[in-house]
């Protein structure tokens, strides 16, 4: 189920109660720490499953050898 931003009045708190786990989605370079912070803490006072955090649009960089 994709579903809306997790914020203050967001409908996913009320659906993550109900799936087997959610995958938040932060992107590079526009969700900030704090309010990633503040995602896991709402899905966490929700008792929500969080399975991972995907960072989503982030530069693709090479790494030396």
């Known amino acids: 189920v994709d579903s809306a931003p997790v914020g ?3 409908d996913a708190l009320s659906v ?3 799936v087997d786990g959610v995958l938040l989605v932060a992107q ?3 969700t900030s ?3 990633l912070a503040e995602a896991i803490d ?3 006072i929700v008792a929500a499953p969080l399975l991972a955090i ?3 649009r982030s530069e693709r960089r090479e790494s030396p050898r």
Request: a positive charge.
């Open 28 to 30: 590079a370079g526009s």
């Open 8 to 10: 203050p009045l967001a």
């Open 42 to 44: 709402r899905l966490d």
């Open 54 to 56: 995907v960072l989503n």
């Open 33 to 35: 720490r704090a309010e």
């Open 16 to 18: 993550s109660r109900i």
